[in-house]
């Protein structure tokens, strides 16, 4: 970052001490690593801890879609290692209650849903000791035996449990609120707080009724400390159908029994690594859950440790003697730590296997059929209507209960579906270019063959949809000649960068087992593409959408990050990946869709060829302490036609130490910070394209208004892509005059939006900001966005000289 | 499964038979190495292999970065001058920074993986993955320098301590007679629990009346007196006992040396280790690695180099230090290195905070003794550590380098009739003759 030089005193407006206000810092980035329980009944109220780093200065919550809606209680400040007198403390508190309890209730029939909302100071133990401050040590008389011998087994962990993490280190306590008529599924849940919008956080809206596990579960329990897990009273059997959420730390293993009769068809689904998909930290990079069910005699009558390739386990089971079971959980490895969060729905739900077709033409009515395990159908309707092709979900409803959504395609080509009998050359069916063809690998070591007619010269697209739909098959496609010689073949697809990042339309998928390739025929004739699986399976369920069309260039566009907070008026910068499709190479032109909500969209052309580029947004004015949803669409040019796609909210996550994976979010949220007076109005001189030869500096100039004293000031590029730097700052008589020096490395014809910030230091010692072996906590704020094209150097100019002449 | 998989032509069995030699002879006779005319003079005897697992940061260490800004040196960006204008290390290190003039630093290593099997397996053999598994330096050593070298000593030839790493620093192809011994236990501790050799809390008199009532119960043997297999047998174990009750224990224990060196060397694993490795080139051990774990700092980064850097300089300093005193620094090799460095910009973001990850693009290997010169610097990376900006090294560089140096032919072919040699270098790559002793 660049200094302001001592001579030149630059005086800006008295908001740059506004920005005091602010507690938004590069450094500080406000982060959630869990919520629990993960979710809720329609219809209830839950208070939920989530856990996080930096959300100290916590201020709303933020819920997509409708009907949930969330209120902050109170943080609570990490608690790494007790010391003996708070873990005394504790204990003492714990018996007192105990014992109260034992006295009033011995029955230990009730308990207080609200216990959490008492809320009382903490006291002093002694000299610079305080009592720990964590939302389980608050109403303790209201609590439970089970429920104060769950606290004791999570605050009083022994020593070599506890692993602390800064980064869930902290915790809000939030009162979720979802309304009866509340769309179950997933949501993703963002708290707001003064320096700006966390990552989004999953959470599960269910129709089940909902119970916390209560440690300790297992026969192995932690050290007792006060109540001895004989003396507590037997813990009751689940009622049926219900959702249990827990956790699992270090080595935990988690039981609960419930009461099942005779002709049950149990279906037991495991929700883990959807909540939190990737663990940055972690190999496996996810919790790997496992399940497994156990008769009243403690014989093991079913185990699942995935569902197909998804790691989430799912059970099924015909219960054939009334009586009491036993579901135990636990990680694969028995690895844990507070984020190994799940949720758990035992019950006769619907759950769908397989699906045939996977999909649709637009706008042509279609039907499914389905199997699986207690469907009120056999047939589900799937929503073809309007004219974006894309990949869709569907559920099927019994009871108040909703399955497991399907995912299916929605596309333009014409649908055929596959014959009988065409596993050979000869016996091949005949499609036309372009279909679609819904087809299934219905037996161990099948293979389906399609002929296609084609001309010289012709460039053909095969693109597999199956894995993507969430089938099993693992597909290999080859494409051959009339002679039967294999022109072209492809296994999985997958597209990463040089950081591991992968670019690709599903961000949640680690195996990209469907296949993609293009090919041009050499010749007029004949032509066979044959599916199979790779790895030799094959089922009833093994179903997929196989396409067969001229290969058309499209694109797909992600945001990110998907939460962009700023103060009304100042630029919330993100970037945008673009994700090619059989070719693409057109520049796309990027606009806000949602325009009724006053945003003003900076850098929104990408440059034919580039995969990512950095934009903003500016905030619109009112917009201070408001979460605002943005519609961002690109449009570009192909073979004539105006293709327009809409930008989709991603964020970039980290698996195991190394891959990178764009992970959708439900939406694109800005957030208007507060500030106490209007930030002022900061813009470029020129909004056209500034263009610096190779090895040179450009320059321009940064408009500001009326100025005050301001000392310590630093500008500098945000997350400057390599090979650019801001050189130097004079003032100007308009405001700044700023100089981007390109490296002699970086090619010509290079085209990169720069995000220009500044920022100066925080007053004051909030060490909640400061990262360890960080700098002191600061401002910063995105100003600009400049436009940089990289040009030829002329031969008469040597380097450094060249200059846009203010 | 990849598009067009390149098929390499040798056959399993042709595998397999190469792995069958090497365990039962060497593949090649490095005899016949002797009398080929090496460009540069093998003074070295011995090298002491200190492998920082995981990854140690350049910029942390031996190439910092000041002028990079706060995002890339963080709170270590003081760096201090060491005995030798032009060179500053970090602020951690005080004592190596007084004995730059026994080293070199090299600070354009790179392979560009970022893995750290794949990465630690480039840097200690010197070979890209593929259908073959090649021996790590250890082994390859122990090869050219060991038992049927005329080695005669009473521990094996290649020493680890103490904790083995596993595949990726072991004999490969060459089968398992190169694979290192590692001595386990601490030697840190009294006594040094070396595995096989010196058992806590058995003493040397309730060992023999072990051995002896072993020999009582060998009625096989004595029934059979003058059986080949039985005296090779035999033969086994008088050499175990030799190396537990004899000499080799005496080696492994360094409570026979004064306080005062263990306390430079440093009480804890690392400094002990030091010291230990020392005392088995003293004895002619060929090949020593110190497994030094703990420097995968994706968390907690400037934590732990304020924990652990002070113990690293004291261990290596007193290490150089007491070769040197001991004259035994110009015939071995002190190699310094991980599998990779770490992101020169720092991770301050959730969850890492304020962490560095892995970063095999650029990072830097100290080099002493041996035929080494001190006090240079090979190669340079850029202003903020992310790339080697003038004379890159790649792993097999360096290796072909100590190998030259150790008298071993780096172009020696290493199974007899296939194209197989010790560390062969590409067109445009070079030994690192600007840090080698000329003949």
Not at chain 1, 205 to 223: K, M, R
Not at chain 1, 228 to 243: A, D, H
Request: aromatic letters at 8%; a neutral charge; proline letters at 7%.
């Amino acid at each position: 970052m660049k200094a302001l030089d001592r001579q030149y005193i630059i005086k800006f407006l008295a908001i740059w001490v506004n920005v005091a206000s602010v507690a938004f810092c590069a450094e500080a980035q406000p982060y959630i690593g869990y919520a629990y329980p993960a979710g809720g009944r329609q219809g209830t109220e839950v208070f939920v801890t989530v856990a996080g780093q930096f959300l100290r200065t916590s201020r709303q919550v933020h819920i997509s879609g409708q009907g949930v809606h969330a209120t902050i209680i109170e943080h609570y400040p990490p608690i790494v290692n007790l010391q003996k007198e708070q873990r005394d403390w504790i204990i003492d508190r714990i018996k007192e209650a105990a014992d109260l309890r034992r006295h009033q209730d011995p029955a230990d029939k009730t308990t207080d849903p609200n216990a959490f909302a008492s809320k009382k100071k903490p006291e002093k133990l002694s000299a610079g000791m305080r009592v720990p401050d964590h939302p389980l040590l608050y109403g303790l008389e209201k609590r439970s035996l089970r429920e104060l011998a769950h606290i004791q087994s999570v605050l009083l962990r022994p020593r070599q449990k506890i692993q602390p993490n800064r980064q869930i280190g902290e915790l809000v306590l939030i009162k979720l609120m979802i309304d009866p008529g509340a769309q179950p599924g997933p949501r993703d849940l963002r708290i707001v707080t003064a320096a700006g919008l966390t990552n989004p956080i999953a959470i599960q809206i269910g129709t089940f009724s909902e119970s916390l596990e209560l440690e300790p579960n297992d026969t192995e329990a932690y050290p007792d400390q006060v109540l001895k897990f004989s003396e507590l009273p037997k813990e009751k059997s689940l009622q049926l159908p219900v959702t249990v959420n827990g956790q699992i730390l270090p080595r935990d293993v988690d039981r609960f029994r419930f009461h099942a009769q005779a002709g049950e068809k149990l279906v037991i689904q495991t929700s883990a690594r959807s909540l939190i998909p990737y663990l940055a930290d972690a190999v496996p990079g996810w919790f790997q859950a496992v399940a497994a069910l156990y008769d009243a005699a403690g014989k093991e009558i079913a185990f699942a440790d995935d569902y197909h390739f998804d790691p989430d386990p799912v059970l099924y089971y015909e219960i054939a003697r009334t009586g009491d079971y036993e579901l135990m959980i636990h990680d694969a490895v028995y690895r844990g730590l507070e984020d190994f969060v799940y949720r758990v729905s035992i019950g006769q739900m619907p759950f769908i296997t397989e699906m045939f077709p996977l999909g649709g033409k637009l706008g042509q009515n279609t039907n499914a059929s389905v199997k699986g395990w207690n469907l009120p159908a056999d047939s589900l309707s799937l929503d073809t209507s309007g004219q974006i092709p894309g990949i869709r979900k569907a559920v099927l409803q019994k009871d108040g209960m909703v399955s497991n959504a399907m995912q299916y395609e929605a596309a333009a080509s014409p649908q055929v579906t596959e014959a009988d009998t065409h596993n050979t050359l000869q016996t091949a069916q005949s499609v036309s270019v372009p279909s679609i063809v819904d087809g299934k690998i219905s037996a161990a070591g099948q293979s389906d063959i399609y002929r296609f007619q084609g001309k010289k010269g012709e460039a053909i697209a095969v693109t597999m949809m199956a894995r993507r739909l969430s089938s099993p098959l693992d597909s290999l496609v080859r494409v051959m000649d009339a002679a039967g010689m294999v022109i072209g073949w492809n296994d999985d697809h997958s597209v990463k960068d040089k950081q591991f990042l992968f670019q690709d339309t599903d961000g949640l998928l680690t195996h990209h087992a469907d296949s993609i390739l293009s090919v041009d025929l050499p010749c007029d004739g004949s032509y066979f593409v044959e599916v199979t699986d790779s790895q030799g399976h094959g089922g009833s369920d093994f179903a997929y959408r196989l396409h067969i069309e001229p290969r058309t260039a499209d694109f797909a566009l992600r945001i990110c990050p998907s939460g962009l907070s700023a103060p009304p008026g100042v630029i919330a910068p993100f970037t945008v990946h673009v994700l090619p499709e059989n070719g693409f190479n057109a520049d796309i032109e990027m606009h806000v869709k949602n325009t009724a909500g006053g945003f003003e969209l900076l850098g929104g052309v990408i440059p034919a060829g580039k995969d990512s580029i950095r934009m903003a947004v500016r905030v619109p004015a009112g917009a201070s302490g408001k979460t605002l949803s943005l519609e961002l669409e690109g449009t570009a040019k192909i073979k004539d036609r105006l293709i327009t796609r809409q930008a989709f909210g991603a964020d970039d996550k980290m698996q195991a130490f190394l891959y990178r994976h764009l992970v959708p979010s439900q939406e694109v949220v800005v957030a208007g910070l507060d500030t106490a007076r209007p930030f002022p109005h900061i813009e470029l001189s020129e909004t056209e394209t500034l263009e610096i030869a190779q090895g040179s500096s450009g320059q321009l100039v940064l408009k500001t208004p009326a100025r005050l004293f301001l000392k310590e000031a630093s500008f500098g590029l945000q997350e400057p892509p390599e090979g650019f730097a801001l050189r130097d700052i004079t003032p100007v008589p308009q405001g700044l005059r700023l100089s981007i020096k390109v490296d002699q490395k970086v090619e010509v014809g290079r085209v990169e939006n720069l995000v220009l910030e500044v920022s100066k230091p925080r007053p004051g010692n909030n060490k909640a900001a400061k990262p360890a072996g960080g700098a002191g906590p600061r401002f910063s704020a995105a100003v600009a966005v400049i436009p940089v094209r990289v040009t030829k150097p002329s031969p008469a100019v040597t380097c450094d000289t060249a200059s846009t002449g203010i | 499964m990849k598009n067009g998989d390149a098929i390499t032509s040798m056959t399993r069995r042709q595998i397999l038979k190469m792995g069958l030699a090497a365990s039962g002879m060497a593949l090649i006779d490095p005899a016949r190495l002797r009398g080929q005319e090496l460009p540069l003079k093998a003074r070295a005897k011995a090298v002491i292999q200190i492998w920082m697992w995981g990854g140690p940061s350049h910029l942390d260490t031996f190439d910092p970065k000041p002028d990079a800004g706060q995002d890339y040196c963080g709170p270590l960006k003081n760096p201090i001058s060491t005995n030798i204008d032009g060179i500053r290390i970090c602020e951690l290190l005080p004592r190596l920074a007084k004995l730059a003039d026994k080293y070199s630093i090299i600070r354009s290593m790179t392979h560009g993986n970022n893995a750290h099997e794949t990465a630690a397996y480039l840097v200690q053999t010197g070979h890209e993955p593929g259908r073959l598994v090649y021996p790590s330096m250890g082994a390859l050593v122990s090869l050219f320098k060991g038992y049927k070298q005329g080695y005669k000593g009473t521990v094996p030839p290649y020493i680890v301590l103490t904790r083995a790493q596993g595949r990726f620093s072991e004999a490969g192809f060459l089968g398992p007679a190169y694979k290192p011994f590692c001595t386990g236990g601490d030697p840190a501790k009294n006594p040094f629990a070396v595995e096989g050799i010196v058992a806590e809390g058995i003493s040397e008199q309730r060992q023999l009346a072990r051995r002896e009532l072993l020999g009582s119960l060998d009625a096989l043997g004595r029934a059979m007196p003058g059986n080949a297999h039985f005296a090779k047998f035999d033969q086994c174990q008088q050499e175990a006992y030799e190396m537990m009750l004899g000499q080799a224990k005496q080696l492994f224990d360094l409570s026979t040396e004064q306080d005062s060196v263990r306390d430079l060397y440093g009480r804890n694993s690392f400094g002990q280790s030091c010291l230990m490795a020392r005392r088995l080139v003293e004895r002619g051990v060929p090949y020593v690695t110190i497994n030094y774990s703990g420097w995968d700092t994706h968390k907690q980064h400037f934590e732990t180099m304020r924990r652990r850097l002070p113990e690293m300089d004291a261990g290596f300093a007193a290490l150089l230090q007491d070769l040197s005193d001991r004259g035994l620094l110009d015939s071995t090799v002190i190699w310094w290195s991980g599998e990779f460095g770490r992101t020169p910009r720092i991770q301050w973001e959730s969850p890492w905070n304020g962490g560095r990850g892995h970063y095999g693009k650029c990072f830097c290997a100290v080099v002493a003794g041996g035929g080494f010169k001190g006090g240079r610097v090979v190669g340079r990376s850029d202003e903020k550590g992310l790339e080697p900006a003038e004379r890159p090294v790649k792993p097999n560089q360096l290796l072909a380098s100590i190998c030259t140096l150790l008298g071993i032919d780096p172009n020696a072919a290493l199974s007899a009739g296939k194209d197989l040699k010790v560390m062969p270098l590409a067109e445009k790559e070079d030994l690192l003759t600007e840090i080698m002793q000329p003949r």
